[in-house]
């Protein structure tokens, strides 16, 4: 047993700390969607590291590329220099991922988090439309730093000293309103100039809220946003940080809607488990100037070694529909819990990997929670209670692991509801 006294934390990490009192355990090792502790316990990772291991823990392709590159020396920190494992991904996200597709986009390397990709996304879409306008909607996640903050539409992360929203206008998303077609609201605001607000450089937004509780967004509204932004000349930015990297089970989680962003935020799963954010830009919408925008730790070496491995995946028909058989796993298991015992507020919604159990209740979801990971499972909430569970394995996670995981969800359940 490795010993970690918890007081050390109490006494030197910052009151700020989250997951760690959320998951009160010492983590020493994990390997694909199982973590074990140094008590001998086995997790199954239904969380994924807010959905930045996609493809699971410590993938034996990446970890035998990670241990050659780190063996022969290879550069691990270079600012943006060329390097081969830079180039190296940037080519295997080529061939793999834009040209298959046909999407001609241009690749800044924002940081480590997606914080910073959504920063550069922001700044960008305002200097290239010379406007200083965004659009945002209600329950949207675009990160903790204080312009992609502005952006997001969830006033619990605010506070009246740091939560400036200016020169940001929220409209409700697909669904906020019910039925009601929100794009109306859109429409109105980029046509009729004497409504007062001015014309923005750009909408930005997810396709399927991951933080704001699993909301999805039908294609249709996607399109209509797609085409208002069109008309007007506004740019669209999707912030595909949590359901991009194959989450939704494409790629990107506006290909079905068929979807051409100028601007695509991505994070999280990109650097298969290690840090790195991108920007991915429409080549007209690159007019950064050499240095413009910089940051130190822009191109992770490791990241991109790590990067250029998982992304094979993509050429495997089978883990492709493999994303589709977990996903009705999945879907079926929670729709027949609201079959088997109807809760009249209660609710599941989601798309591919990416699922939510809306219990209407932050607590309860809470308390789910915690008998959850007394049982041996790991998964978060959502919302703006935070009473969305959230259910985001990993893509390949193997199906018996998938289903004990369901099993000890429902036991959890139970045992949280009685
Ligand atoms: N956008 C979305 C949609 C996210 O889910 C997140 C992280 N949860 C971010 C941006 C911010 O990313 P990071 O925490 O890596 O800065």
Request: charged share 20%; net charge negative.
């Amino acid at each position: 047993q490795t010993s970690v006294s918890t007081a050390t934390f109490d006494r030197l990490e910052s009151e700020v700390r989250g997951y760690s009192r959320l998951f009160p355990n010492v983590f020493t090792s994990a390997v694909g969607s199982v973590m074990r502790t140094n008590d001998g316990r086995e997790l199954i990772d239904f969380f994924c590291g807010a959905g930045s291991l996609n493809y699971g823990h410590n993938p034996p392709e990446v970890k035998r590329a990670l241990i050659d590159y780190v063996s022969s020396d290879g550069i691990l920190h270079s600012l943006d220099m060329i390097t081969q494992a830079k180039e190296r991904f940037l080519r295997t996200f080529d061939e793999v991922i834009l040209q298959p597709r046909a999407m001609d986009y241009r690749l800044q390397f924002t940081g480590p988090t997606g914080t910073n990709a959504v920063e550069a996304a922001l700044k960008l879409a305002k200097k290239r439309t010379q406007r200083s306008h965004i659009v945002a909607f209600t329950n949207g996640y675009h990160g903790h730093s204080l312009g992609s903050l502005s952006v997001t539409g969830n006033q619990s992360y605010h506070s009246e000293y740091f939560g400036s929203h200016n020169n940001v206008s929220f409209l409700p998303f697909d669904g906020y309103l019910g039925d009601f077609d929100t794009t109306i609201l859109l429409e109105k605001m980029l046509s009729d100039r004497s409504s007062g607000l001015p014309l923005p450089a750009a909408v930005l937004l997810e396709t399927v809220q991951g933080e704001g509780g699993i909301h999805v967004a039908s294609d249709p509204w996607l399109q209509r946003v797609q085409s208002l932004c069109r008309e007007h000349d506004v740019l669209l930015i999707v912030d595909d940080i949590q359901v991009g990297n194959g989450r939704t089970g494409e790629f990107f989680s506006f290909e079905r809607a068929g979807l051409q962003p100028d601007m695509v935020c991505l994070s999280k799963s990109i650097g298969g488990g290690l840090p790195l954010s991108v920007l991915l830009m429409r080549p007209e919408c690159d007019v950064w100037q050499p240095g413009q925008h910089t940051g130190t730790f822009r191109g992770n070496n490791l990241a991109f070694i790590a990067a250029a491995e998982v992304l094979q995946n993509w050429q495997n028909d089978d883990f492709v529909r493999g994303i589709q058989q977990r996903s009705d796993v999945l879907r079926e298991f929670l729709s027949s819990l609201l079959w088997q015992s109807p809760q009249p507020n209660w609710d599941v919604r989601g798309r591919g990997m990416i699922w939510g159990l809306d219990v209407g209740d932050g607590k309860l979801a809470r308390r789910i929670i915690d008998v959850a990971f007394k049982n041996g499972l790991l998964l978060e909430a959502s919302g703006s209670q935070d009473e969305v569970l959230k259910f985001m394995p990993a893509l390949n996670i193997p199906m018996p692991l998938l289903e004990e995981g369901l099993q000890r969800f429902g036991q959890s359940l139970r045992q949280a509801m009685a």
